[in-house]
């Protein structure tokens, strides 16, 4: 009988690397990192242990690797577009849904990255999250600056523009992530969740805000 994992089906190098990428994503997903070895991703994609390291220098590569294969997605590209394309036009209400709406979708696409990622906040795989957060800072610097313009023309009212994109992007992420992840319903489809959402943004969840002031309610 012949080990397969020895004599591994010859691919173009660029369909190899592929293939591994989205194999150690599926283990590097289930496992963590330092719950997965090279020879286990191997032996999953069929080759000898060799052949991952003829196509990445150590495993922090391989890993490093899957972080960029998502980011560098063309949904990711086409995110960054819409995004550019409400910044121009001024259409705050336009950039928020697009960003609501491309965090809950980016969960419902893949949720590996996303357990990736919480590995490596649980397994304190600091390498791994500054990676991530490299990859990510140009969006959020992009977002911050139309943020903070937006406040100084007394569109937005003033705030740590960080915190409102913390806020923004937490609703997202916290319902796809309850959602998604572990299982809850909401019942509500992703519209509907995307008008809340903006709707909160823009009008806030009382009917009339002096209501959430306890010494105004006491004497009604």
Do not use: W
């Amino acid at each position: 009988m012949i080990d397969s994992s020895a004599t591994p089906h010859r691919l173009p190098a660029s369909d190899r690397r592929r293939q591994l990428v989205e194999t150690a994503l599926d283990l590097f997903s289930r496992k963590g990192f330092g719950g997965t070895t090279t020879k286990e991703i191997a032996a999953a994609a069929g080759v000898n242990e060799a052949i991952i390291f003829r196509h990445f220098p150590s495993k922090q590569d391989l890993y490093n690797a899957v972080l960029d294969y998502h980011h560098d997605s063309s949904a990711l590209a086409d995110c960054v577009t819409e995004f550019t394309r409400h910044i121009e036009a001024n259409d705050d209400e336009g950039l928020f849904r697009a960003l609501i709406r491309g965090m809950i979708e980016g969960h419902r696409k893949d949720l590996r990255v996303h357990r990736v990622l919480l590995f490596a906040a649980l397994e304190g795989h600091q390498l791994g999250l500054e990676h991530a957060r490299a990859l990510k800072q140009p969006i959020f610097e992009l977002l911050y600056r139309y943020v903070a313009r937006r406040q100084s023309e007394g569109a937005i009212r003033p705030g740590n523009p960080g915190a409102l994109l913390a806020a923004v992007a937490g609703m997202a992420a916290h319902y796809a992530t309850m959602t998604q992840m572990f299982g809850y319903s909401v019942n509500a489809t992703d519209s509907e969740i995307v008008d809340t959402f903006v709707g909160i943004l823009k009008h806030g969840i009382y009917q009339d805000p002096q209501l959430m002031d306890p010494e105004l309610q006491k004497g009604q």
